[in-house]
């Protein structure tokens, strides 16, 4: 069974940077489509960017232009690169795999708090 470890999370001002790192056990990384979500309180579950095996990437709208997604196989990692951080980007924030709706267990998340 795969397991996810998210980490990079903190409280940072607005206008700041955050790098999320997330890695998976098990050695079915690499064939699969990763992608990073979040959940602020009170708020549903929504994706924020999905990278493809190959590279190719997806951002939702509210993140184009500030967030970059990553991967590195080798090290069965997925990053996000958070740029020009806006307070309404507050919340829990968790990989697993993307387009699917065939998830494996979610990880403990991490924590990002964007404020002054």
């Not at 080798?74 to 065939?102: F, H, I, W």
Request: proline share 4%; with cysteine; hydrophobic share 30%.
């Amino acid at each position: 069974q795969v397991q996810l470890v998210e980490s990079g999370g903190g409280l940072v001002q607005p206008g700041g940077s955050l790098r999320l790192s997330c890695t998976a056990s098990g050695n079915i990384f690499s064939s699969n489509a990763m992608g990073w979500y979040r959940q602020a309180p009170g708020k549903q579950r929504d994706v924020v960017a999905h990278i493809t095996p190959g590279g190719s990437t997806n951002y939702a709208d509210s993140v184009k232009g500030r967030f970059t997604i990553s991967r590195d196989n080798a090290k069965n990692t997925v990053y996000l690169q958070m740029n020009s951080l806006k307070p309404e980007d507050t919340a829990v924030y968790y990989c697993n795999r993307g387009y699917t709706n065939s998830k494996w267990p979610w990880g403990q998340g991490t924590q990002v708090t964007v404020s002054s």
